[in-house]
């Protein structure tokens, strides 16, 4: 199969640069020839204030293109990973003025909200979720604390929901849990369109020894990610546990001075991946205390490939993906109590982190394979060819 995999990558590297990596190289591995067209937001300096206002909604040169690469690459499918903003919704126009099916994966909530993630002022937020008109995320600057930017996004969802163009122009998308697959039923998108497709990891990075005597936090430093429920839970910390702390963001200096302060925290800044895999294979346990609905972060497939714990919030997907008391803990989000006496309780028990460890594993192994990722991603293939 001829197979167009389609990217906006953004500036700062993320989990959604690294699937789209990780499924070309699983088709092609599998024998399909695979034609990346790829756009990336550090173009974005380049462009007069009119076009980055314009492009997001309609971008008439990506959209002449992406048709040209269609058809000099003989494609049979086109799979949409992100398009916002240099791509925009004109990659559909394009896929089916070529007679090419669509499928879009939808890592975030950007169709549903100016954000992506249903998060502000330090909370959960679905204001937008069923306003045909995404106003409250101009009112309240959601994206990139800007109202003019926000209007921007919001415009892309006023303009592509009145013309109804995932409802038409996409074939099939998918979600990654089943929460994200109700949101979007809730937001409008059809059921029958939307399909649930883990992610995995390969090769496989083996199992860990879990002997290091740390946590490990890896991720984005912002409000979000729940950085700041995470130290202050660790100022409670009494078991003599120390963390490793991996990632960066605009909390960059709030996670610099609590490693000043108490020297049970360790701050790594940004690792590469097999630096990361090395730490999980060492670490006690990893914690997500993430306030805002996450998609399906990688940490969490790769700490179930090393037999790691996972200590997350009970919110969104991840509510879905940790299995208390099976292979980690779940707590409230936002409250650094509860996390600190999970972390004890984690901290404490070699044997309870040993039997979450084997069955974080067994997860990895059922679901979260290529071999198991592969055989889903088929079947949708074949789904939208048959639309």
């Not at 879990?210 to 729940?226: M, N, P, Q, T």
Request: with cysteine.
């Amino acid at each position: 199969m001829n197979i167009t995999v389609l990217h906006n990558f953004y500036q700062l590297p993320g989990g959604e640069d690294q699937v789209f990596k990780a499924e070309a190289d699983l088709l092609r591995s599998y024998g399909h020839e695979v034609s990346p067209f790829v756009l990336s937001n550090d173009s974005l300096t380049k462009l007069n204030p009119l076009r980055k206002a314009t492009s997001p909604v309609w971008n008439q040169d990506t959209y002449s293109s992406l048709r040209r690469h269609l058809r000099e690459t003989n494609a049979e499918i086109a799979h949409v990973h992100n398009t916002f903003p240099l791509a925009s919704p004109s990659v559909y126009y394009a896929a089916s003025a070529e007679g090419v099916p669509v499928v879009q994966t939808l890592h975030n909530f950007r169709l549903l909200c100016a954000a992506a993630n249903f998060f502000r002022d330090g909370h959960t937020c679905e204001d937008c979720l069923h306003t045909a008109i995404p106003w409250p995320a101009v009112v309240h600057a959601c994206y990139r604390e800007s109202r003019l930017a926000s209007a921007v996004a919001a415009s892309v969802l006023t303009t592509h929901r009145a013309i109804g163009t995932w409802t038409k122009k996409v074939d099939r998308f998918i979600t990654l849990t089943e929460f994200a697959r109700q949101k979007f039923i809730s937001g409008g998108l059809p059921g029958e369109k939307i399909f649930v497709k883990p992610n995995f990891i390969h090769p496989d990075p083996g199992v860990g020894t879990g002997d290091g005597g740390f946590a490990l936090f890896v991720g984005r430093l912002s409000a979000e990610k729940g950085i700041e429920t995470l130290l202050s839970a660790w100022s409670l910390n009494r078991t003599g546990t120390a963390l490793k702390i991996v990632g960066d963001g605009p909390l960059n200096g709030l996670v610099r001075e609590a490693a000043q302060r108490d020297k049970s925290i360790q701050f790594l800044g940004w690792c590469a991946k097999d630096a990361v895999l090395s730490l999980m294979k060492a670490a006690s346990f990893l914690i997500l205390p993430s306030l805002c609905y996450e998609g399906f972060p990688m940490t969490v497939v790769e700490a179930f490939a090393v037999g790691l714990p996972v200590i997350a919030s009970r919110i969104g997907g991840l509510g879905t993906l940790i299995e208390h008391n099976r292979t980690g803990f779940l707590f409230e989000p936002g409250k650094p109590d509860e996390l600190a006496a999970t972390i004890a309780t984690a901290s404490t028990c070699a044997s309870l982190r040993q039997s979450l460890g084997r069955a974080a594993r067994e997860q990895f192994q059922t679901k979260y394979t290529q071999e198991a990722n592969y055989s889903i991603l088929m079947e949708i293939y074949s789904s939208a060819c048959k639309n």
